[in-house]
């Protein structure tokens, strides 16, 4: 069967159908597909007997009952695969033990299929960084063009849904981890509120903006995975409040979720193109027709100072966390500091063959927690993308939600000049001030996927999966991924790229 054919054919959930079945079917998929994209790293070797021992369990199914789910590879799980993060210096961590997260997906009736590429360090180690490629897993590719980017730093997790490996991931998130690669492989992700999911045993960057989140193909079976993963854990503070804020997700999913609802349109996000936009047009076209109100958001004050504060931010918290981690790690890891996996790197000519270190570089400098200017920055990037960013634009707009275009459609990738980002998205409101954010397919542009940003208050999940499950529902979009070699050489582009016919002499 072709990787398109077997893209069509991946179903959700069917009660009749075995786990072990299920799990099977998914690793033939990933055998046959992953050599093309690079979105997985490693599959479970117990995969089979997770899904087995469901099969012959007596309890009673979980929501996920036989689900094979992917999980981002700086994620620890039980079991032989090491948690990398995609770096060649956790080789060998091996930690025996599930992240919290990964327990309650297995208590859900979940299968662990596997570990998924990323960008190395979650595309924390060089400003210069490629999406998508780290020194373990290689370069994950976008499946609707081959030659392009399947963004990051949850790059193998976006790809491997669009390609029809499984019908869910999960992915963590520090900026547009999630979002990004969901955008530009044309699937749904969702950036929980910071604290609703645990991120004990995930490698850290930042505990002011880290999160976990699912990635699906839909958006119910998104709602169905936070279902399962949220909840508080004593060992995470910071979700302290969790089981307070937690909700029916599934059952917030309506299809008249968008009647009577105020939302607000950030025309400030951006620039796009003026295919972007139209696919936009389109889309606040279904919102209205589902009745929606829309409202004009034209500018935001003070949003250019947000991003040097926060890169402040994140790289002292790089630092104080990411040490405390390896702290943490098994014996047979011997970079045991930030300061050892810089030396690795110099010392690993694979590592910084493709870009340098100079976030690491950056990080190890900073001063610590009770740096002054550490704290300052902080307090300056939380107050303009939280209270008054988002929480302004919402009150004084009387709306319940912001829209926008997420991410441009994917750029190539480029092993010479790195990431070639255009436009200003506004995950990182959301993702500094800690809020969370849902995109779904909007459409594409030339078969590159471009994705609609739902961004709410604290704590908002059910309420955005609700309005995205309407808009989902409603507008009926979804590109299926063809694996072409790139855009120009494949469908109606590839005609316009040669001369119309044979010049005369």
Same mark, same amino acid.
């Given at each position: =069967?072709?990787?398109?054919?077997?893209?069509?054919?991946?179903?959700? #959930?069917?009660?009749?159908?075995?786990?072990?079945?299920?799990?099977?079917?998914?690793?033939?998929?990933?055998?046959?597909?992953?050599?093309?994209?690079?979105?997985?790293?490693?599959?479970?070797?117990?995969? &089979?007997?997770?899904?087995?021992?469901?099969?012959?369990?007596?309890?009673?199914?979980?929501?996920?009952?036989?689900?094979?789910?992917?999980?981002?590879? +700086? !994620?620890?799980?039980?079991?032989?695969?090491?948690?990398?993060?995609?770096?060649?210096?956790?080789?060998?961590? $091996?930690?025996?033990?599930?992240?919290?997260?990964?327990?309650?997906?297995?208590?859900?009736?979940?299968? !662990?299929?596997?570990? /998924?590429?990323?960008?190395?360090?979650?595309? =924390?180690?060089?400003?210069?960084?490629?999406?998508?490629?780290?020194?373990?897993?290689?370069?994950?590719?976008?499946?609707?063009?081959? %030659?392009?980017?399947?963004?990051?730093?949850?790059?193998?997790?976006?790809?491997?849904?669009?390609? @029809?490996?499984?019908?869910?991931?999960?992915?963590?998130?520090? %900026?547009?981890?999630?979002?990004?690669?969901?955008?530009?492989?044309?699937?749904?992700?969702?950036?929980?509120?910071?604290?609703?999911?645990?991120?004990?045993?995930?490698?850290?960057?930042?505990?002011?903006?880290?999160?976990?989140?699912?990635?699906? *193909?839909?958006? *119910?079976?998104?709602?169905?995975?936070?279902?399962? =993963?949220?909840?508080?854990?004593?060992?995470?503070?910071?979700?302290?409040?969790?089981?307070?804020?937690?909700?029916?997700?599934?059952?917030?999913?309506?299809?008249?979720?968008?009647?009577?609802?105020? !939302?607000?349109?950030?025309?400030? #996000?951006?620039?796009?193109?003026?295919?972007?936009?139209?696919?936009?047009?389109? #889309?606040?076209?279904?919102?209205?027709?589902?009745?929606?109100?829309?409202?004009?958001?034209?500018?935001?004050?003070?949003?250019?100072?947000?991003?040097?504060?926060?890169?402040?931010?994140?790289?002292?918290?790089?630092?104080?966390?990411?040490?405390?981690?390896?702290?943490?790690?098994?014996?047979?890891? /011997?970079?045991?500091?930030?300061?050892?996996?810089?030396?690795?790197?110099?010392? +690993?000519?694979?590592?910084?063959? =493709?870009?340098?270190?100079?976030?690491?570089?950056?990080?190890?400098?900073?001063?610590? &927690?009770? %740096?002054?200017?550490?704290?300052?920055?902080?307090?300056?990037?939380?107050?303009?993308?939280?209270?008054?960013?988002?929480?302004?634009?919402?009150?004084?707009?009387?709306? #319940?939600?912001?829209?926008?275009?997420?991410?441009?459609?994917?750029?190539?990738?480029?092993?010479?000049?790195?990431?070639?980002?255009?436009?200003?998205?506004?995950?990182?409101?959301?993702?500094?001030? @800690?809020?969370?954010?849902?995109?779904?397919?909007?459409?594409?542009?030339?078969?590159?996927?471009?994705?609609?940003?739902?961004?709410?208050?604290?704590?908002?999940?059910?309420?955005?999966?609700?309005?995205?499950?309407?808009?989902?529902?409603?507008?009926? $979009?979804?590109?299926?991924?063809?694996?072409?070699?790139?855009?120009?050489?494949?469908?109606?582009?590839?005609?316009?790229?040669?001369?119309?016919?044979?010049?005369?002499?």
């Amino acid at each position: =069967m072709t990787p398109l054919l077997l893209a069509l054919a991946m179903t959700a #959930a069917d009660p009749a159908t075995t786990a072990e079945t299920r799990t099977t079917a998914a690793i033939e998929r990933v055998r046959q597909i992953n050599p093309s994209i690079h979105a997985v790293i490693a599959l479970d070797p117990t995969a &089979l007997e997770q899904a087995k021992a469901l099969d012959h369990s007596t309890t009673p199914r979980g929501p996920l009952f036989g689900m094979p789910i992917l999980i981002k590879d +700086n !994620i620890e799980t039980l079991g032989p695969l090491p948690t990398t993060a995609g770096s060649m210096a956790l080789m060998a961590n $091996v930690t025996g033990r599930d992240a919290p997260l990964v327990a309650r997906l297995r208590a859900a009736g979940a299968v !662990i299929l596997g570990k /998924t590429n990323l960008s190395e360090w979650a595309n =924390m180690r060089s400003s210069a960084s490629i999406s998508g490629w780290s020194a373990v897993g290689g370069q994950t590719r976008n499946p609707h063009a081959l %030659d392009r980017t399947a963004c990051g730093s949850s790059s193998g997790s976006g790809a491997a849904i669009a390609a @029809g490996l499984t019908v869910a991931a999960v992915g963590t998130e520090t %900026d547009g981890s999630i979002t990004c690669p969901a955008s530009m492989n044309g699937i749904v992700g969702l950036k929980p509120t910071v604290g609703l999911i645990s991120r004990t045993h995930v490698v850290p960057i930042s505990h002011s903006q880290d999160t976990p989140g699912p990635m699906a *193909r839909d958006v *119910r079976t998104a709602a169905l995975l936070l279902q399962a =993963m949220a909840g508080s854990d004593p060992a995470d503070p910071a979700t302290a409040m969790a089981d307070g804020h937690r909700a029916d997700y599934v059952a917030a999913l309506r299809r008249d979720a968008l009647k009577g609802v105020r !939302i607000g349109v950030l025309r400030f #996000a951006g620039p796009w193109s003026p295919q972007v936009d139209a696919l936009f047009d389109s #889309a606040l076209t279904v919102l209205r027709a589902q009745g929606a109100t829309l409202v004009d958001i034209a500018a935001m004050k003070d949003r250019g100072k947000i991003g040097p504060a926060e890169f402040a931010v994140l790289l002292t918290e790089l630092k104080a966390h990411l040490n405390a981690y390896l702290a943490t790690t098994p014996a047979s890891v /011997t970079t045991r500091t930030l300061t050892d996996v810089i030396a690795f790197n110099k010392a +690993n000519p694979r590592e910084l063959a =493709m870009f340098g270190q100079d976030s690491f570089e950056k990080a190890e400098a900073t001063a610590g &927690l009770t %740096d002054p200017a550490y704290v300052a920055a902080r307090a300056l990037s939380l107050r303009l993308a939280g209270p008054e960013g988002i929480d302004a634009m919402l009150s004084s707009n009387n709306v #319940a939600a912001l829209v926008a275009p997420t991410m441009p459609p994917a750029w190539k990738i480029d092993a010479v000049n790195g990431d070639q980002y255009s436009g200003n998205g506004p995950g990182d409101l959301a993702a500094v001030a @800690g809020y969370p954010h849902l995109t779904v397919p909007m459409g594409a542009v030339r078969g590159l996927p471009v994705g609609l940003s739902f961004i709410g208050p604290a704590w908002s999940e059910a309420r955005l999966l609700g309005l995205g499950y309407a808009y989902e529902q409603a507008a009926g $979009v979804r590109t299926v991924p063809t694996f072409a070699p790139s855009v120009e050489g494949a469908g109606p582009t590839a005609s316009l790229m040669v001369p119309l016919g044979t010049p005369s002499h």
